[in-house]
């Protein structure tokens, strides 16, 4: 399994024909995203899930605090249940995905804020 994760100040610009000032109707809408916030994205087309069976409590709530290597959510792809980990601490601000619907490859689907660890004496 293949996890993307980007910072938001590292977004590509987007490439395509410009279109007119005056169109403004069909302006892509980007997430407002605040500088130096870790995207994660889903690895794979599936199913997102935020907790591992219906009723029991989610992964991750907007606020909570993750280590590395801590499961955030699953994704279902051909049957198969496939665990996203956190590859950094943080803490979530915000949870893109909805419980039970589809996502796409590289669809964004946490942001975490960093939380840099303090020097180990």
Same mark, same amino acid.
């Given at each position: ?6 910072? @938001?100040?590292?977004?590509? @610009? ?20 605040? @500088?130096?916030? #870790? ?7 599936? /199913? ?9 409590? @989610?992964? /991750? ?13 699953? #994704? ?38 960093? #939380?840099?660890?303090?020097? /180990?004496?």
């Amino acid at each position: 399994m293949r996890v993307s994760v980007r910072r @938001a100040d590292e977004r590509q @610009a987007l490439q395509g024909a410009p279109l007119a000032e005056d169109d403004e109707s069909e302006l892509p809408v980007l997430p407002a995203a605040a @500088a130096g916030l #870790i995207r994660v994205e889903s690895p794979m087309v599936g /199913v997102f899930y935020r907790s591992p069976e219906p009723g029991t409590p @989610a992964f /991750v709530e907007v606020g909570d605090v993750v280590a590395p290597g801590q499961t955030l959510c699953l #994704i279902e792809a051909m049957k198969l249940f496939n665990e996203l980990k956190s590859d950094s601490a943080g803490r979530v601000v915000a949870i893109h995905a909805e419980n039970g619907k589809p996502v796409e490859y590289e669809q964004l689907l946490f942001e975490l804020e960093p #939380i840099v660890a303090p020097p /180990v004496l």
